[in-house]
């Protein structure tokens, strides 16, 4: 079995192998740099005292009758030192060689120094005394003749130094690069700790302790914050739509499931009537499905406004209640003109009148009148109202919240009034709770014009 290891990618990798390369290269161009600048110096000092230490030159090319001899600066600058240097033709023809060349067996200087003379000083020799010189060209002029003189000087100390400044170059190269992995680290950790952050808040958020990424990120972070922190937003309120669709379904499938066992239950119902009305009820049943499956996907915005007449929605309610509550002989009156439309969806008007005419019908006492009217200003007006027990002032603003119920004698889930609160504010209406002349509670929804 072949084992293969594969390394995880690592931003902080890159970023480091990245930026190291750059230091490295950019530290040793510039040692070496440094280094190339330091031989030139170091070849021009030593010019600069050969050059000092030309009439010493001048005087030993006189004692061979190369110079004329009456030159008296000559004398006075005359230092008994002797020289390795040769005198070239203007081809480097070998002219004339000095005694200390000779003696150390060096008579091809003009035709070694041919071999470099085109490349750029400094200029370096090894000799056949395998030994290294630095060599430096003088070109003079003798008797009208031009020549090409080459002087030779041990390298030994000058190579010596230049090897001691390279070590010492790249030493302290070696410090800098050091130091600059050390900071890369700090700079890494630093500037890393707000994604460790990030990580660990989104974390949390997985784990289902947080519900968004707090502030104070750096600038470069913020707009990604924000867009995560707005994708958690939407994806919380699309759970909860989820959530709520889903038990608003349950609520109002409940009413149908209700009138459907009154129906099979009324033994005064032939089978084609109790049919016919049951497929009524599973129709109706289809339409909220749609409906809450819809409001769960695009929300209550997303649904499509219409104007949805009130008394067939009233009549067909009303009917199925009748049945689910027949023991109580409930008296139902409506007041609703024929040409009433209120400017809601379908969906949200079947829920509004379902959820509140069943309320009215569960907590009468024996009579229930739904009311809808058109005001001067436009505005869309529904009151369902009852004889029942009323509604406590201190739960008036509170029975409009999901789970909360002013009755705890009868079953439910108590978020039928919720979910009316929620279609009425979706339209910026109002619904509000008073006391009826029934002396029961009358629920008002006010629509304004769309």
């Known amino acids: ?92 023809a070998d002219v004339w060689t000095s005694s200390l060349a000779t003696d150390a067996g060096l008579t091809n200087i003009c035709e070694r120094f041919e071999s470099i003379v085109d490349s750029n000083p400094p200029y370096f020799l090894n000799m056949s005394d395998n030994r290294s010189y630095f060599a430096y060209l003088l070109p003079v002029e003798l008797n009208q003749t031009q020549y090409n003189m080459v002087v030779l000087k041990e390298a030994d100390t000058v190579e010596n130094d230049f090897k001691r400044f390279k070590k010492l170059t790249y030493l302290r190269l070696g410090v800098v690069m050091l130091l600059a992995f050390i900071l890369l680290i700090s700079a890494a950790y630093w500037g890393m700790r707000p994604l460790t952050r990030l990580k660990s808040e989104l974390q949390a958020i997985g784990d289902g302790n947080k519900k968004s990424l707090s502030d104070g990120y750096p600038q470069e972070l913020e707009g990604v914050t924000q867009a995560l922190n707005q994708l958690l937003s939407q994806s919380s309120a699309q759970q909860e739509r989820y959530q709520n669709a889903m038990n608003d379904l349950a609520h109002s499938l409940k009413t149908r499931l209700a009138a459907v066992h009154a129906i099979t239950d009324d033994a005064t119902l032939s089978k084609s009537d109790a049919s016919e009305k049951i497929m009524q009820q599973v129709g109706q049943m289809d339409q909220l499905v749609k409906y809450q499956l819809k409001r769960a996907l695009v929300g209550r915005q997303g649904l499509v406004q219409e104007q949805t007449p009130v008394q067939p929605m009233v009549e067909q309610l009303s009917q199925m209640l009748f049945k689910i509550y027949k023991e109580k002989n409930v008296k139902f009156s409506s007041h609703i003109d024929s040409e009433i439309n209120f400017p809601i969806n379908k969906g949200d008007l079947m829920e509004l009148c379902g959820n509140l005419m069943e309320n009215a019908f569960r907590l009468c006492i024996s009579e229930v009148i739904v009311t809808a009217t058109i005001d001067s200003e436009g505005h869309s007006i529904l009151c369902v109202e009852d004889d029942g027990p009323g509604v406590d002032e201190s739960l008036k603003a509170r029975i409009i919240q999901r789970g909360v119920r002013a009755d705890t004698q009868s079953p439910g889930q108590g978020i039928g009034l919720a979910v009316c609160n929620e279609i009425v504010s979706s339209y910026h209406g109002l619904l509000s709770i008073t006391e009826s002349e029934l002396e029961g509670a009358k629920f008002t929804i006010k629509i304004p014009p769309q």
């Open 1 to 92: 079995m072949q084992l293969r290891f594969k390394p995880k990618k690592r931003l902080l990798t890159r970023m480091f192998i990245t930026s190291l390369t750059i230091i490295a290269l950019v530290g040793f161009g510039l040692a070496w740099s440094v280094t190339i600048l330091h031989a030139q110096n170091s070849y021009n000092k030593e010019t600069a005292q050969l050059i000092a230490e030309m009439p010493q030159i001048a005087a030993e090319l006189r004692e061979h009758d190369l110079i004329p001899a009456n030159n008296n600066w000559l004398m006075e600058n005359n230092k008994q030192k002797r020289y390795m240097m040769a005198s070239c033709s203007q081809d480097f």
